[in-house]
């Protein structure tokens, strides 16, 4: 097993007693150590990260593990062709993390993103690399369903960036790829629906809105939404300011769906859309002060966001009611020049690489730095 | 791997803070747990606490930099294929093999190894890399702005400047290269010669090259068009403010455009776009693709047919006045959100303009037209209408044929369209058109009064005597477009173009006729047919076709001795500023230097001619060369040529304009004096010295660079007529020259023509050929071939009319020019008066001859032209290296002409011969090897090669006239 980070374990603790401590002296009233973030500390460092579905319980194999309680699935980072996809349960009860070797597999190169089956049942997993592969997390092992894979030439591959599972029609999982299309996989049939050449350049992101639509965010600087009934066309919604500046990651707000929202590379804001005015943000949330690595919109809130960035920083935002209509306030004067704040914010003692919003337990929220997870309560 | 039962679970103390509400989906709000609420570095101390937190843990946070060198993020999404390779070394992408979104279609590679769909369209897709590999800029396709029979236009990302710009990228076929490659002569000269400042409201070239056998043209990146602008609102008119503004923008185009001599021959608002990056609001003309030069007006079937002018409609010589017709429509249509002429067909058409305008084209020009027949009944007499024409008496010999009878004699019925004002006379239509809502009475009286304006505006432009219709610079000067009060019908100050002048003849030509092509002829001999036409069956007016055109434009160089020098130079001295300028410009230079001398129509056949005979000599002009490579070999197939006849283009629009009945007495003395000026000529050119260009005054070849428009220049001329009589014979001269030398040399016609089907005429007392009608043919143009890509594709950004803000300053400017012009008409106008010979005078009195002479005249002028402008300094040398004095610049205008004449001379004959030789021989040897070459493909492989020089499409003709240049 690489050990890519040299941090030690305490290195981890150390950290976190300094964000504590730095708690402490800007809001003392916490105790030094944050009572309510749970910490999971690997080998490796991890990128990809997915939360399981609500009742996770019917398939799960750890009998100590709650119903109810959260599952996670953590992709490593590791520059070798070996990687590892970790599952781990977290007892709320005892407030612990419950590591699930025997659903943990090898996998091949670092898994650019983990997403478990949007229902409980089957208890499918789905990761991306090279391919996108299926994995059927069983009772006792985990096995690989399937290998989705179309590249059409041997040897060479078009690697896939993110993909995602349509949970409307949870037959569907569009993935990204830097070949510049998107593919819909019928993942019953494990077959190609469609595969469209969604951007100019490398396709970062996807995210679905409805059954058929799903949007995309491309190394061309657009987002993009395609609409399976009408496959000819796309709408762009948005461009980044400079050409071909990539952006990198989609959201897709899951409970009001006219909002979206992005992130551009070696940028500090996070750029909201509402689909409905094309072109202009409605916001551009700028308080990260380094750059901007991942965002998640609360799940069963309309106007929250969380964002997480390389400033160690995780924050929520609260975008205004009526962001769309401007207001006539100073308030709003106000956020037009220079952006709104968030409404709370977490340090992390290092740079957060990844952020996922549990959908089935809307309070919480997991993070991703150096080696460590954290599991975050909102 | 990891592992996992190794890893430590650290679980964080709680503090059962657990007091917060449970979280409602309506109104969640986060609590206040693992997050803190955030405090705004600029209001608390915060900030320097977490900084100088994160600075103790650098120790920690810097390890973890190194080991993370970017963020996961981008290290698996930009950086992905660098990050998998370092997991595995083998792992291969190849962006080769991603899928392309091809913008092209069909996207299947059938000619040109493969780079070619079955159209002869490069096969694009996005990403696709144009490359001028001269300049090394690179164009990246990004998407598909319209496709026409021309090629394309993509919408590409210029490397070089980070911007958009549109690329057009024309068909792999001779015939759409060569017209191509006349678009980008016509518009760099526009550009850079007439417009250096982007002042006048026309696209701008930015650069062109030939990829994959395509040659590409680069413009500035424009908004939508005026037509989508109105359909945008709803075909409803746009304000007058607008419509004032337009016309005044759009005004300033065309002035520039006649002052260079352009004829743009396909005026419609889908070829007027909007500029969004510009405030305030401009419009930029588009679309040179049917352009041509006057005087060599190839094509009789051109503009749009809602936009067709009745001379282009009835088959008559036409002139740049063409694009006033074409302009009141616009104007017109901008008011009226529909367009003025909607003809369902060309008898619809015809019907439509009788019906609003009233009245019909004048007799003469009915009388001479091709297509009169077709729609007209001839009911009097000529000789009783000649008389009619001093009285005013409007009665006509002609009446339009009604619907049966136009059924009867086409055996089909015309398709008519419905009509969409209630009204049926223009003033009518304008006056009666619906006010917008809710407009004060004191407004409703204002704009009634702007209405008369408009009305009394639109009389002077669709007009149908295109000898009567307003010049650019005369409807500059209305109140519609100055803004002045309206108080009576607008007199324009007189225009040399607005006098009678005699009309080329326009001769038929049969479009089967292998004849073309086997006619050792050059175009332009066709030209000298022109002059020699009374004998001939028939009558060139400026039959050039492209090819020959292109041909002519070398030649023009080449022999044109007089004018072909001057403008050949001119052309080369643009090349070295700007990269390649083509020969064409050079004839350019010619002609605009024609019409600011209005009087001389006849200029540009001589050119011709004279550059025929360049060839013939194979002292080809290196400017010919720049030609070959548009030469197609085109099948004649492909390029026939739209109509048969082919148009003499006289120079000037005026003289074109109303034929004078006289001509054909004229014509007939033109002849024989010409014959016998023939010889004499010869010996002119034997003699540089000779010239009998008298017109062209060092100064005022400057002066016309400069402005375009220099009243001095028609003075001059005139002059040099007046005073010397052996210019004209001279000219004359010219044409007789060319043509013993046409008939000598097969090559010359065959290179010029290689597209063009000359006809070998035989030589009756001339011994002139008409070749002409070949060049016609590769270049034709159907109504919606030459129609650019579809404004609407260029941008998607709309401008809204409240974008629109006029320039007041236009106005001024124009006005001053206008003025200028006046003064110059003035005394082109005197002087023809005084002068039975000045241009004017062979209009009207001894065409024929006149025609010779003003065709010297204007090479002279043209000569001085681009010597002055282009290279003041090097005018100089190159007169030294002629052993020519450059006093003649200065001293007499005249003489200056004679230089160039000199020069040319000299190219031909004796010292530059060799020089000419070296460079023309590489040239011809393209082009005959076109010629041998039927197929297209045969022909292209010739002009590749050119290509590859060209980099600069128009480098390959400069390099040799940048040679021979320096030579000289």
């Known amino acids: ?378 | 791997m990891a592992e996992v039962d190794a890893s430590k679970v650290v679980v964080v103390v709680e503090d059962g803070s657990r007091d917060e509400p449970p979280p409602s989906s309506s109104s969640w709000k986060p609590l206040r747990k693992a997050f803190r609420p955030y405090v705004s570095p600029s209001q608390s101390s915060t900030a320097s606490s977490m900084q100088s937190s994160s600075g103790s843990s650098s120790s920690n946070s810097t390890t973890l930099r190194v080991i993370v060198k970017r963020p996961l993020v981008a290290r698996l999404t930009k950086g992905l294929v660098e990050t998998y390779q370092i997991c595995n070394p083998t792992f291969k992408y190849s962006e080769a093999l991603n899928p392309k979104r091809f913008l092209t279609n069909p996207s299947i590679g059938v000619l040109n190894d493969g780079y070619d769909n079955a159209n002869s369209d490069l096969i694009l897709h996005v990403n696709f890399e144009l490359v001028n590999s001269e300049g090394k800029r690179r164009y990246i396709v990004k998407d598909m702005l319209g496709q026409g029979t021309f090629g394309q236009v993509a919408k590409c990302w210029d490397l070089e400047t980070n911007n958009y710009v549109a690329v057009k990228i024309i068909k792999n076929q001779p015939a759409y290269y060569r017209q191509a490659v006349v678009e980008v002569s016509i518009l760099h000269m526009l550009n850079q010669k007439f417009d250096p400042d982007d002042k006048h409201h026309i696209v701008r070239i930015l650069d062109y090259f030939v990829f994959q056998r395509h040659l590409c043209i680069s413009f500035e990146m424009l908004g939508s068009n005026l037509y989508e602008l109105i359909k945008m609102n709803h075909f409803k008119g746009l304000s007058l403010n607008i419509v004032q503004m337009f016309s005044k923008q759009i005004l300033r185009a065309l002035v520039v455009m006649k002052d260079a001599g352009i004829i743009h021959c396909d005026m419609k608002p889908e070829n007027i776009l909007i500029s969004t990056s510009v405030k305030p609001t401009e419009i930029k003309v588009i679309d040179f693709g049917s352009a041509c030069m006057e005087g060599r007006t190839v094509y009789s079937y051109i503009q749009s047919r809602y936009y067709r002018s009745p001379e282009v409609l009835l088959g008559y010589p036409y002139t740049s006045s063409i694009d006033m017709w074409s302009f009141g429509c616009i104007v017109a249509e901008l008011f009226l959100g529909l367009p003025l002429f909607p003809g369902a067909s060309e008898y619809d058409l015809l019907k439509r303009m009788i019906q609003i305008l009233g009245g019909q084209p004048p007799d003469n020009l009915l009388r001479d037209a091709k297509n009169t027949n077709k729609f007209f009944k001839h009911v009097g007499s000529i000789y009783h209408l000649e008389h009619e024409e001093t009285s005013k008496e409007v009665t006509s010999a002609y009446r339009v044929l009604t619907e049966e009878e136009f059924e009867a004699r086409e055996s089909k019925r015309p398709s008519i369209g419905k009509n969409y004002f209630n009204h049926v006379k223009l003033e009518d239509i304008i006056a009666n058109y619906p006010y917008r809502k809710n407009l004060p009475e004191e407004e409703i009286i204002k704009e009634s009064l702007t209405r008369l304006a408009l009305v009394d505006f639109l009389r002077g432009l669709v007009e149908f005597d295109p000898g009567k219709r307003w010049s650019p610079l005369q409807a500059s000067g209305h109140p519609f477009v100055t803004g002045e009060p309206f108080r009576c019908p607008y007199k324009p100050p007189p225009e040399s173009p607005r006098i009678p002048v005699i009309h080329t003849v326009t001769v038929d030509h049969n479009p089967g006729g292998g004849h073309w092509l086997a006619a050792g002829l050059s175009p332009q001999v066709s030209s000298v047919n022109k002059y020699l036409p009374l004998n001939s069956p028939h009558f060139h007016k400026v039959p050039m076709s492209y090819g020959s055109s292109y041909g002519s434009l070398g030649s023009h160089g080449s022999y044109n001795d007089n004018t072909g020098l001057g403008s050949s130079y001119g052309s080369y001295g643009d090349i070295n500023s700007v990269h390649a300028y083509n020969s064409p410009v050079g004839p350019c230079g010619f002609n605009m230097h024609v019409q600011v001398g209005g009087p001389f129509l006849g200029s540009s056949p001589d050119a011709r001619h004279r550059s025929q005979l360049s060839h013939g000599t194979g002292f080809g002009v290196s400017s010919f060369r720049g030609l070959a490579p548009m030469s197609l070999g085109a099948s004649p197939s492909q390029f026939t040529p739209p109509s048969s006849q082919m148009q003499i283009s006289s120079a000037s629009p005026g003289k074109y304009g109303p034929t004078s009945p006289v001509r054909g007495g004229a014509r007939g003395i033109s002849l024989g004096k010409a014959a016998a000026v023939g010889q004499y000529n010869k010996r002119t050119w034997g003699y540089p010295t000779m010239c009998m260009q008298p017109y062209g005054s060092a100064d005022h070849g400057p002066g016309f660079c400069g402005d375009g428009m220099s009243c001095s220049q028609p003075d001059a001329q005139f002059r040099g007529h007046g005073g010397s009589p052996h210019s004209a014979i001279s000219s004359s001269s010219h044409s007789n020259w060319w043509q013993q030398m046409g008939g000598g040399n097969g090559l010359s016609s065959s290179l010029n023509l290689a597209n063009q089907k000359s006809y070998p005429v035989p030589q009756a007392q001339n011994s002139f050929v008409v070749s002409s009608h070949s060049l016609e043919v590769p270049c034709d143009k159907p109504e919606g071939s030459s129609s650019l890509p579809d404004p609407a594709d260029w941008d998607p950004n709309y401008s809204d009319e409240s974008l629109l803000q006029e320039d007041n300053a236009e106005v001024s400017s124009l006005n001053s020019e206008f003025a200028n012009c006046a003064r110059l008409t003035d005394p082109s106008d005197e002087a023809v008066l005084t002068s039975g010979i000045g241009r004017y005078a062979h209009n009207q009195a001894h065409p024929s001859t006149k025609f010779l002479s003003s065709n010297q005249r204007t090479d002279g002028l043209r000569q001085t032209y681009s010597f002055a402008e282009n290279y003041p300094s090097t005018s100089h040398d190159m007169r030294a290296g002629n052993g020519r004095p450059t006093q003649f610049l200065q001293n007499f205008p005249s003489r200056f002409g004679q230089q160039s004449v000199h020069r040319y001379n000299y190219m031909n004959s004796t010292m530059h011969g060799e020089r000419s030789h070296q460079y023309g021989q590489p040239a011809y040897s393209n082009y005959n090897r076109a010629d041998s070459h039927s197929s297209a493909n045969a022909m292209f492989s010739n002009s590749m090669p050119w290509g590859g020089r060209v980099g600069h499409s128009m480098a390959t003709i400069l390099p040799t006239s940048k040679k021979d240049y320096g030579k000289i």
Request: with cysteine; glycine share 4%.
């Open chain 1, 1 to 378: 097993m690489p050990m890519i980070s040299s941090n030690p374990p305490s290195g981890g603790n150390k950290a976190q007693q300094q964000q504590q401590q730095e708690e402490m002296e800007s809001s003392t009233q916490e105790s030094p150590l944050n009572p309510n973030a749970f910490t999971f500390d690997l080998p490796h460092p991890v990128y990809a990260m997915a939360f399981s579905p609500s009742p996770f319980a019917v398939a799960s194999s750890c009998s100590a593990v709650a119903a109810a309680s959260p599952r996670l699935a953590l992709g490593s980072f590791v520059e070798e062709y070996g990687n590892r996809v970790d599952v781990v349960a977290f007892d709320e009860d005892a407030l612990a993390f419950r590591p699930d070797p025997a659903l943990s597999f090898d996998h091949p190169y670092p898994p650019t993103k983990l997403m478990f089956h949007p229902s409980p049942l089957p208890p499918l997993l789905a990761s991306a690399s090279d391919s996108l592969r299926l994995w059927h997390l069983g009772p006792e092992t985990a096995e690989l369903r399937s290998v989705l894979d179309n590249s059409k030439s041997s040897g060479y591959c078009a690697p896939l960036t993110s993909f995602d599972w349509n949970d409307e029609e949870p037959r569907r999982i569009g993935t990204s790829s830097i070949d510049t299309t998107c593919t819909i996989w019928d993942v019953e049939r494990c077959a190609i629906e469609t595969q469209l050449i969604a951007h100019d350049k490398e396709v970062y992101d996807i995210a679905w809105g409805q059954a058929g639509v799903f949007a995309s965010v491309s190394a061309d600087g657009s987002v993009r939404i395609f609409d399976l009934r009408d496959k000819e066309h796309s709408t762009i919604v948005y461009e980044s300011p400079r050409p071909d500046t990539p952006l990198l990651r989609l959201a897709w707000n899951k409970v009001d769906r006219c909002y979206m929202a992005t992130t551009m590379m070696d940028s500090n804001r996070v750029v909201v859309l509402d689909i409905r005015s094309p072109a202009a943000p409605v916001a551009e949330l700028q308080r990260h002060r380094a750059s901007v690595n991942a965002i998640a919109w609360a799940p069963q809130a309309s106007r929250h966001i969380c964002s997480a960035g390389d400033d160690g920083q995780a924050l929520i935002w609260e975008l205004a009611a009526a962001a769309a209509a401007g207001g006539s306030s100073e308030a709003a004067i106000t956020a037009a020049l220079e952006g709104i704040d968030p409404i709370l914010v977490y340090t992390a003692g290092a740079e957060i690489n990844q952020l996922q919003w549990s959908a089935a337990h809307h309070d919480w929220v997991g993070i991703a730095f150096s080696n460590k997870v954290q599991l975050l309560r909102v």
